[in-house]
C-alpha cells in the first residue's frame, strides 16, 4: 500500500523518567544494550523484506544478512523550550520519512531536550511487520517489568542470519504459492458472495442504517496525501471514559469514537466548516484466531464502518446513536466474514495492487473521488502495569497508525496506567497544526460527562 506520500509505518511513543541525572551519551548506550539483549524474543526485527522479481508475489522476510543495531538507533533534539508541542513538532518530522527498505523496518529516535527532564522514545515499525495488537505484545517484549534493567549480559541464544534468496530461488517460490493460491479463489468468491447475501438479506432488519463506504462529506483532510506528517498528542484519565461508558450502557469504543466526535465538531467551527453529511470512520478491528495465543507480528485487521453522528447536537443521544449504528457495523463485518477482506488482499496479485494504488496517488484521484471514510479512529488496550526500559520507567505511552490516501487523519487512544493517551497523526498539507483536535477532546469528555451525569 506504501507510496512516496503514504508512508505505511506505524508509531510508537514513550516518555520517560529517568530514575538519577545521568549524561544523555550514557542512557543511549543503555537503551541499545537493553534493546539488543532482548532481539532474540522478537525475531521479526532482524528480518528484512525482500522483493520478489517482477512483482510476481508479495515480498518475504529474511534475516538481515548485513543486520546492525546502530542503523536503526538515532538521537535528536527537541526544539527550546522543550515542551509537549516542541516534542509533538520533533515526532512530525521523524513521522514525515519511510522506512528504508535494505534493513528491517523499524528505528528507534532517543529525543533529548524535553524542559522536565524527561527523555522521548519513539519507534517507527511498519504496518507489514505488526499491527496495533502485535505492537503491544512486541512491546512487553522488549520493555522490562521492573526499574532494574536486568542481566544485559547474559547468554543470548545464537543468532545465524539468512543469505538473500537468489532471483530463481524466489522465482520458483512464488510460481509455487500462485499456483496453491489459486486453490483457494473459488471458495473465497463463494464466501464472499454468501457474506453479501447475508447482508442484503438483513438490509431490512436492522434498526438503524450503517454507513456504507464512499459516502462521506468532503473535508479539509481529505485529499491526496503530501509526504510531510503532522502530529499531535494528549491524554485523558481511563476512569472518566470508562464513567461515561458505564452510566450510558455503551462500550469504552463508542466513548472514544463519541468524544473525538466532539473533538471535531469544534474543529470545524474554528474553520467554518459545515459538513453536508456525518462523518464516517473507520475503526480497525483485531481478527483474532481461535487458540492462538498473544501474537508478535503480522496484521490480522479488519476494518468496520462506522457514523460519529455529527449531525446529533445531543452528546448523550449522539453517544447512544453512535452505539446502535457501531453495533450494527459487526454484524455486518460478521455476516460478511471478518477474514475476507484479509483474505483478498493476500489472494491479489502483488504488482497490480501496487499499481494500482501508485497510480491513484500520483494522479491524485484522492482530490476527486470520495473517499470510503473520512478519517481512522483506533482505541487499544495497552498495559496496564508500569513498563520499564534501560531501567527508566516509562511514563506515558502513544501510539498511531498511518493515515492512507484520501484518508488523512488516523487518531489512535493507547491505554497506560490508568490513561488513555491520544496520538493524532495528519497529513500537514491538510492539518498543519493538529492541536486544536487533540486539546478539544477534554472540552468534548466533559460534554459526554455532564450529559450522563457522571461527577466531575
Same mark, same amino acid.
Given at each position: 500500500?506504501?507510496?512516496?506520500?503514504?508512508?505505511?509505518?506505524?508509531?510508537?511513543?514513550?516518555?520517560?523518567?529517568? %530514575?538519577?541525572?545521568?549524561?544523555?551519551? *550514557?542512557?543511549? *548506550?543503555? =537503551?541499545?544494550?537493553?534493546?539488543?539483549?532482548?532481539?532474540?524474543?522478537?525475531?521479526?526485527?532482524?528480518?528484512?523484506?525482500?522483493? =520478489?522479481?517482477?512483482? @510476481?508475489?508479495?515480498?518475504?522476510?529474511?534475516?538481515?544478512?548485513?543486520?546492525?543495531?546502530?542503523?536503526?538507533?538515532?538521537?535528536?533534539? #527537541?526544539? +527550546?523550550?522543550?515542551?509537549?508541542?516542541?516534542?509533538?513538532?520533533? #515526532?512530525?518530522?521523524?513521522?514525515?520519512?519511510?522506512? &528504508?527498505?535494505?534493513?528491517?523496518?523499524? +528505528?528507534?529516535?532517543?529525543?533529548?531536550?524535553?524542559?522536565?527532564?524527561?527523555?522521548? @522514545?519513539?519507534?517507527?515499525?511498519?504496518?507489514?511487520?505488526?499491527?496495533? =495488537?502485535?505492537?503491544?505484545?512486541?512491546?512487553?517484549?522488549?520493555?522490562?517489568?521492573?526499574?532494574?534493567?536486568?542481566?544485559?549480559?547474559?547468554?543470548? &541464544?545464537?543468532?545465524?542470519?539468512?543469505?538473500?534468496? /537468489?532471483? $530463481?530461488? @524466489?522465482?520458483?517460490?512464488?510460481?509455487?504459492?500462485?499456483?496453491?493460491?489459486?486453490?483457494?479463489?473459488?471458495?473465497?468468491?463463494?464466501?464472499?458472495?454468501?457474506?453479501?447475501?447475508?447482508?442484503?438479506?438483513?438490509?431490512?432488519?436492522?434498526?438503524?442504517?450503517? %454507513?456504507?463506504?464512499?459516502?462521506?462529506?468532503? $473535508?479539509?483532510?481529505?485529499?491526496?496525501?503530501?509526504?510531510?506528517?503532522?502530529?499531535? /498528542?494528549?491524554?485523558?484519565?481511563?476512569?472518566?471514559?470508562?464513567?461515561?461508558?458505564?452510566?450510558?450502557?455503551?462500550?469504552?469504543?463508542?466513548?472514544?469514537?463519541?468524544?473525538?466526535?466532539?473533538?471535531?465538531?469544534?474543529?470545524?467551527?474554528?474553520?467554518?466548516?459545515?459538513?453536508?453529511?456525518?462523518?464516517?470512520?473507520?475503526?480497525?478491528?483485531?481478527?483474532?484466531?481461535?487458540?492462538?495465543?498473544?501474537?508478535?507480528?503480522?496484521?490480522? =485487521?479488519?476494518?468496520?464502518?462506522?457514523?460519529?453522528?455529527?449531525?446529533?447536537?445531543?452528546?448523550?443521544?449522539?453517544?447512544?446513536?453512535?452505539?446502535?449504528?457501531?453495533?450494527?457495523?459487526?454484524?455486518?463485518?460478521?455476516?460478511?466474514?471478518? +477474514?475476507?477482506?484479509?483474505?483478498?488482499?493476500?489472494?491479489?496479485?502483488?504488482?497490480?495492487?501496487?499499481?494500482?494504488?501508485?497510480?491513484? /496517488?500520483?494522479?491524485?484521484?484522492?482530490?476527486? #473521488?470520495?473517499? %470510503?471514510?473520512?478519517?481512522?479512529?483506533?482505541?487499544?488496550?495497552?498495559?496496564?502495569?508500569?513498563?520499564?526500559?534501560?531501567?527508566?520507567?516509562?511514563?506515558?505511552?502513544?501510539?498511531?497508525?498511518?493515515?492512507?490516501?484520501?484518508?488523512?487523519?488516523?487518531?489512535?487512544?493507547?491505554?497506560?496506567?490508568?490513561?488513555?493517551?491520544?496520538?493524532?497523526?495528519?497529513?500537514?498539507?491538510?492539518? %498543519?497544526?493538529?492541536? @486544536? #483536535?487533540?486539546? /478539544?477532546?477534554?472540552?468534548?469528555?466533559?460534554?459526554?460527562?455532564?450529559?450522563?451525569?457522571?461527577?466531575?
Amino acid at each position: 500500500m506504501e507510496t512516496p506520500s503514504v508512508h505505511m509505518h506505524t508509531l510508537k511513543v514513550a516518555i520517560v523518567d529517568l %530514575p538519577v541525572k545521568i549524561p544523555y551519551n *550514557d542512557l543511549f *548506550d543503555l =537503551v541499545r544494550v537493553s534493546m539488543e539483549s532482548k532481539l532474540h524474543q522478537v525475531p521479526r526485527l532482524r528480518m528484512r523484506p525482500v522483493e =520478489v522479481p517482477g512483482g @510476481l508475489h508479495h515480498p518475504v522476510w529474511v534475516n538481515d544478512p548485513n543486520f546492525d543495531i546502530g542503523r536503526h538507533l538515532f538521537r535528536t533534539r #527537541i526544539a +527550546e523550550p522543550g515542551g509537549s508541542r516542541e516534542m509533538d513538532q520533533a #515526532i512530525a518530522r521523524i513521522a514525515s520519512t519511510q522506512l &528504508p527498505r535494505d534493513r528491517p523496518l523499524w +528505528e528507534t529516535w532517543m529525543l533529548e531536550g524535553l524542559a522536565d527532564g524527561g527523555v522521548v @522514545l519513539v519507534t517507527k515499525i511498519h504496518h507489514a511487520l505488526a499491527d496495533g =495488537v502485535a505492537s503491544a505484545t512486541m512491546l512487553g517484549k522488549v520493555m522490562n517489568l521492573e526499574a532494574d534493567t536486568g542481566d544485559v549480559h547474559a547468554p543470548t &541464544p545464537s543468532w545465524v542470519p539468512d543469505t538473500l534468496p /537468489s532471483r $530463481t530461488d @524466489l522465482l520458483k517460490d512464488a510460481i509455487r504459492e500462485q499456483r496453491d493460491q489459486l486453490v483457494h479463489i473459488g471458495p473465497l468468491m463463494r464466501r464472499t458472495l454468501t457474506g453479501g447475501v447475508n447482508v442484503l438479506k438483513n438490509l431490512k432488519k436492522r434498526a438503524v442504517a450503517v %454507513p456504507y463506504p464512499f459516502v462521506t462529506p468532503r $473535508t479539509v483532510f481529505n485529499r491526496t496525501l503530501s509526504p510531510m506528517r503532522s502530529f499531535a /498528542s494528549t491524554s485523558l484519565p481511563l476512569r472518566d471514559l470508562k464513567a461515561v461508558k458505564n452510566a450510558a450502557g455503551v462500550t469504552l469504543n463508542d466513548v472514544v469514537l463519541a468524544t473525538v466526535a466532539g473533538a471535531l465538531d469544534r474543529f470545524f467551527a474554528a474553520h467554518g466548516q459545515t459538513l453536508s453529511r456525518p462523518l464516517v470512520a473507520s475503526v480497525p478491528m483485531a481478527v483474532a484466531i481461535p487458540g492462538d495465543g498473544p501474537r508478535q507480528e503480522g496484521n490480522r =485487521v479488519a476494518n468496520l464502518f462506522t457514523s460519529l453522528c455529527n449531525d446529533v447536537a445531543d452528546p448523550l443521544e449522539r453517544l447512544r446513536k453512535i452505539h446502535a449504528i457501531t453495533e450494527q457495523a459487526k454484524e455486518v463485518q460478521q455476516q460478511l466474514g471478518m +477474514e475476507t477482506m484479509l483474505d483478498w488482499s493476500e489472494a491479489a496479485p502483488a504488482a497490480a495492487y501496487r499499481w494500482v494504488l501508485r497510480g491513484y /496517488s500520483q494522479v491524485r484521484l484522492a482530490d476527486y #473521488i470520495t473517499p %470510503p471514510a473520512n478519517l481512522v479512529v483506533s482505541n487499544v488496550r495497552g498495559p496496564d502495569h508500569p513498563l520499564y526500559v534501560a531501567g527508566a520507567r516509562l511514563r506515558r505511552l502513544y501510539s498511531v497508525g498511518p493515515p492512507v490516501e484520501g484518508i488523512g487523519l488516523n487518531v489512535t487512544g493507547w491505554s497506560y496506567c490508568g490513561e488513555l493517551n491520544f496520538a493524532l497523526i495528519a497529513d500537514a498539507a491538510g492539518i %498543519p497544526d493538529p492541536h @486544536l #483536535i487533540t486539546d /478539544s477532546l477534554a472540552p468534548a469528555l466533559e460534554d459526554l460527562k455532564l450529559a450522563t451525569g457522571v461527577s466531575a
